[in-house]
């Protein structure tokens, strides 16, 4: 029986503007187990987003429980949050989110740079990323050199750069073409049947 890697139980995230509340997520419960693929869908302000905000350790709920393995991530420091942050999760951005001054090489092992290892084994870590996403002839290339389709690949490769147990991808088709976002999901459902990876994506498709 597979374990379950996140639980919400009755999240509530609150936004005060001025004098008026705004609910963006009201009592969402969800589970996702080890190995699933889950996507999370809704039009454009339904609080997709938000709701990969708590899971994904970037905001904390206003009230409700967030369990990452059996842990309420919910009740824990900011400095707390982002380690588990760069242990466990993965993130594939709609924006991609590379530094435009490093190359595709560096901004994969940026990561790997917060988790102490030294620069020789970063480099191959992201080197072999690299080469997974099919970038290996690219991997001095800034972010300014590279199409759209090849941006969000090196930003699939950074995602995976600490192996964490869980990817979260918001809307990462988002701003591609038809046919440059099946390639990116044919990686993602890769990453999911081949390399066990838990993947939580965020659509309005």
Avoid at 43 to 49: F, T
Avoid at 120 to 140: C, F, H
């Amino acid at each position: 029986m597979k374990k379950t890697l996140i639980k919400l139980e009755n999240v509530w995230k609150t936004y005060k503007m001025g004098n008026v509340h705004v609910n963006a997520l009201q009592g969402l419960n969800l589970e996702v187990k080890e190995g699933e693929f889950v996507a999370i869908m809704g039009p454009s302000g339904s609080g997709k987003s938000t709701a990969v905000n708590m899971i994904g350790c970037l905001d904390v709920p206003t009230k409700g429980r967030i369990m990452l393995e059996q842990q309420d991530i919910s009740k824990l420091s900011e400095s707390e949050l982002a380690q588990i942050r760069g242990r466990k999760i993965g993130f594939i951005f709609q924006q991609f989110n590379l530094i435009p001054t490093l190359t595709a090489i560096e901004n994969v092992a940026l990561p790997i740079v917060f988790q102490s290892v030294e620069r020789e084994k970063r480099n191959e870590k992201a080197t072999d990323l690299l080469q997974i996403v099919n970038l290996g002839g690219r991997m001095e290339h800034k972010p300014a050199e590279l199409s759209g389709g090849e941006q969000q690949r090196v930003a699939i490769a950074r995602a995976l750069a600490n192996s964490p147990e869980v990817i979260l991808a918001d809307e990462p088709t988002g701003n591609l073409d038809s046919s440059t976002g099946e390639t990116v999901m044919s990686f993602l459902e890769n990453l999911n049947r081949k390399e066990g990876k838990t993947i939580i994506m965020v659509t309005h498709d």
